[in-house]
């Protein structure tokens, strides 16, 4: 995955209960980022990063928070799931935006 | 908002033949950079394709190629000669020149029939 680690691969639940996705990279990227994949809504931003600390919102961040203390890792807290948090997660970095992202493979999460 | 629009939810193609999935794109902006990802059943997402909007000549890679319509904001995707691997679901995408963030459509599902 050119560099790039999400951990778990799988994960189930239970409903109120804090839950963290991990992203990983070496390859030293400046930019991370969070996205969801729902059936019919494609590609969510959920938050983002351009910089160690610097971190930002993306379009449905409700319920998430994120963290990034040294560049190679990105973590992404369900403070207390629900079962609308039900989704495939994936995490992207980049260098150079004009080149697109490179993809983790992805975190497939359950909320019972 | 920045929007991206797949009209096509669902497609099917022969094996061997030529298919072309569509993508419209919402921007006032004129510096631009557009992509096409897919995404095969083992849900790896994997880049096929990039256009800058400065360059009016279309993309090409193998297969693989776009025809890009900037005043009607269009990026379609044709694949040529479709091989059984081709089956995934396909991303358009697109970010303006000084954005942080590619901002994506809602995918398209493409069949191949052997």
């Known amino acids: 995955d050119a560099g790039i680690t999400q951990s778990p691969r799988h994960k189930v639940t239970e409903t109120g209960t804090p839950v963290t996705l991990r992203c990983h990279q070496t390859e030293n990227h400046r930019y991370m980022y969070w996205y969801r994949q729902d059936p019919g809504h494609g590609l969510r931003l959920i938050h983002y990063s351009y910089g160690v600390k610097d971190t930002d919102k993306g379009e449905v961040s409700d319920g998430y928070s994120v963290s990034r203390s040294k560049t190679e890792d990105f973590l992404l807290t369900l403070e207390s799931a629900t079962s609308s948090q039900t989704s495939v997660y994936f995490c992207a970095i980049s260098e150079n935006l004009i080149y697109g992202y490179t993809f983790g493979s992805g975190t497939r999460l359950t909320v019972v | 908002a920045q929007t991206v629009t797949q009209s096509q939810p669902e497609m099917s193609v022969q094996e061997a033949e030529t298919v072309t999935l569509s993508c419209t794109y919402d921007?006032?902006?004129?510096?631009?950079?557009l992509f096409w990802y897919k995404q095969p059943p083992s849900r790896q997402m994997i880049l096929v394709i990039r256009?800058?909007?400065?360059?009016?000549q279309n993309a090409t890679e193998n297969r693989f190629s776009v025809n890009f319509q900037k005043a009607a904001k269009s990026f379609s995707l044709k694949i040529s000669d479709s091989q059984l691997g081709d089956a995934a679901m396909y991303f358009c995408a697109y970010r303006i020149k000084g954005a942080q963030k590619l901002v994506f459509g809602q995918g398209t599902r493409l069949t191949i029939n052997p």
């Open positions: 256009q800058e909007a400065y360059k009016q």
């Open positions: 921007t006032s902006e004129s510096d631009y950079y």
